[in-house]
């Protein structure tokens, strides 16, 4: 019994070793598992998409590709987190428009420059939806409406100095609305807000409001975005009626910490826009009404930093700023 | 139609699908720190290899027996293992040291599936009717609702009702830390960007309940005064118990569908509401919290009624009435079934194969948790020495893994020093856990309702439903203080 | 009980006062609305109230003179100390040789003295978990800032 015991006792010690050194760098990347942090909950809109293409980008990188997800004050917790892993090219961070948004209104320790973009993988854009029984069918009407009865339109938000409250905001001081912001934990519960009555508008993605609209209960009057929205073909843009500010693209991307090696952002990025193309991801893409928007690195970052002067400027006129 | 439901339900895949969600619900529930929302977010990725029905069958099987395995531990070892089961401990866990740890599981699993099943009824017969009660929740209602909530603590404060506020209150000063939503200004959190999300709730909710009971059994496991394991064998459920609890668990089992119902509140707080009504409406109200069948059966049948309840709103709407249930609107539409009203046109077959799935998954959760009774019980056996240690490695691990951050378990072990002290003076540990889970909810609801309402404090009084539950939680609150004010003075004279 | 309650009603009295002056530098609400301090300044006054009535309340119950550090205080207090090394161990070795030594340590302080039983627990335990969590419900376990 005790030398069986002792032999086990050997066994596990080494195998614990080999777990220990199977992290020994080589030349060739990758040789490990990927973690790819996500800033926000599972099940949502971020969460699924990443995890719909672990599989495929798993037969691609050859290494198993991990979620992980770190949700939190407007996704600081996470930006926190995957700033500071180590630049080995096995820590990705998923980058959403909360990297620019959180930054301006709280005091933390990054900024989307805390990070070496990878590529941008979806774009969505925001609308303004509006509950199906208001007294109005445009654009055009609302503003009318909202100038006849100031003070009487409200906007749910999924929290003060997120990205909806930013838009918003915007949307607001472009059509010279008066506009009451009213603040909800997340998108999913401005959205419910909107098809109880209890607020007028929400500005959130056409893919978020899809099933109040289908059922009815509320209507988009216009579409945030430089084109029309394929899932919405009859609804205009904010542009067609005369507001070319109001045009936002609600990017999902993805980045590595600073001083990751170029070579490596190369293969991520290779990955990823193998990965988009892949006729699964394709389907599930088309099915949930993401739309495709491959992005290199470079022009994330040229993205970011167009969005982080808007923002910033938004943020000073909210009186949000820290 | 009966039949193509019949014969989708009764198929192999299917009903592998249901035991297979209904037993890994079970050990994820049980598990401390991992959450039956974590399991169903999961397992998700699995379901995309099925057929949408038997996809679907896994997460519900997942949902109905996650809320359900958080009570194995509750009772056993006075630990939730969700915090849908932090009110069973109230009883449960005091029939287990009086070595009838059985007949406490037994009354757990059947009040669990008949909460299940009476929720499983009112979602087929009545969910359209019901389902417009969601869309009339908003700030004002939730408010009134979390208040009501919270004065319940007042009749869960045990012995003493100024200790139990006091432990209330701290937990409402606990969930003030970190960005307020309503202003995004940062409160009492050091700097720390971690805090700024506040506390997490599972680390804390582990910390309290697990760690601090792992502390307190360290002084017995040096005298040896464990719990009497002589007469488990014997003690089972009898008819009479079965009995006792029938009118409990039905009311709970209806009161928990329509808390199901409400986005936003879900099992935790329905099974604390329908303690603190079956308590309020017993004959023997003195004798809850010693380990008696209703206080077990409420809870229990309570937070399982909510799983049917946020369906309700969930397949009519589209509208998640809890966390679990807003992961399954990703896999309905991840499946292309867009709730609504067209989903039960267009898509009858899958919807009513649903429901007789809910139903079975019920049935799996019953018998797979009343012929494990045996093998749950063989925990309480374990020697404290071998079970305390491996509990405080379950304490450690589960609170990172809900969050992959280290942070959340040293606020799980802080948690556990500051549940153990409390034990020690004598403070309840319940109404910390309520707080935690209301306080952010009425505080952050009530400051959302006077920016709707432009800053009238008529808001909450125009409302009907909102007016309703405020002179409710008013009466509640206030009743058992002038209660004890009159008891007192008759003592004096 | 009653020398434990009455400090912790006195900590709460002090964490009321901490309350109330720190809510009190937070900003103002604007029309109308409630500002951010309002709440935590209601229930730092509920708190004290409270927590002074409890200290009145308890005034007459006699404190059982008991030494602080009773032998049990100090075992649990050990038991902590553990705790604390083993998750510092998680932090720096990882959970997956830090959990075997953590389970052979604290069940030998628990008086464990059967050789097979304190081998055989501790490493089940952590492969068991280590499936579980890991390749099973495919969580992340700490992995340590070594490797």
Redesign the interface.
Known sequence: ??KM?LA??LL?TLS?SL??QG?AEQATYPTKPI?ITIPVS????T??LV?SMTGVLKDILGQTV?V???????A??GY??GASDKPDGYSVTSMLAELITTPQ?????FSYESFIPVCNINSECATITVRADAPYDTLEEMIAYAKANP?SI?FGNS???GIWHFIAAAVASSTGMEV??????GG??AV??L?????DAVPVTPQEV???V??GRAKVLAVLAPERVASLPNVPTAKELGYDDLSFSIFRGFGVPLNTPDHIVQTLSNAFEKALADPAVTK?ME??HFTKDFQTGAELGELMAREEKIYAEMAKQLG?KK | MFVEVLLNVLSLDVLLALVGGVAAGIAIGAMPGLTSTMGIALLMPLTFKFEPHVGMMLLIGEFVGGIYGGSITAILINTPGTSSAAATVLDGYPMTQRGEAGRALGISTIASATGGMISGLMLVFIAPTLASMALKFSAPETFALAFFGISIISSISGKSLVKGLISGLLGLILALVGMDNISGFTRFTFGSIFLMNGLSFIPVLVGLFAMSQCLLSIEDLFTNNSVDTTNIKRAKISMKDFLKILPTMIRSGITGTFIGIIPGAGGDISAFVSYDLEKRFSKHPEKFGTGIPEGIAAPEASNNGTTGGALIPLLTLGIPGDSNTAVMLGALMMHNLTPGPQLFIEHALTVNTLFAGFFIANLVMLILGLSNVKNFVKIVNIPKNLLVPVVMVLCVIGSFAINSNFNDVIVMFLAGILGYILAKGGFPLSPIVLALILGPMAEGNFRRSLVMSRGSYSIFFTRPIAATFIIIALVSLFFPIIKSMFAKRKEAA | MTTISRIFSSAMIALGLYVILTARTFPEGTGGVLGPGFFPILLGILLIGLSALQLFNTRKEKAVATAFLTESTKRVLFACLIIIGYMAGIAILGFLISTPLFLFGIMWFFSVRKWSTLLISSIATTAVLYFVFLKFLSVSLPAGILF
Do not use: C, W, Y
């Not at chain 1, 992980?68 to 407007?74: E, F, L, S, Y």
């Not at chain 1, 009451?180 to 934990?185: D, R």
């Open positions: 019994m005790k015991l086990l006792l596990t614990l777990f220990a992290g973690t599972a099940g949502g809109g969460d699924l995890r991990n992980v997800n770190k949700p939190g004050a407007g600081a917790i926190a987190a209104v709280a005091q933390v320790n003070g409200s929290g003060v100095g009451t912001h009213v603040p909800f934990e999913g519960t419910t807000a098809a109880g009555g209890h607020v899809e099933v109040q289908k059922a599930f099915e949930r949000l």
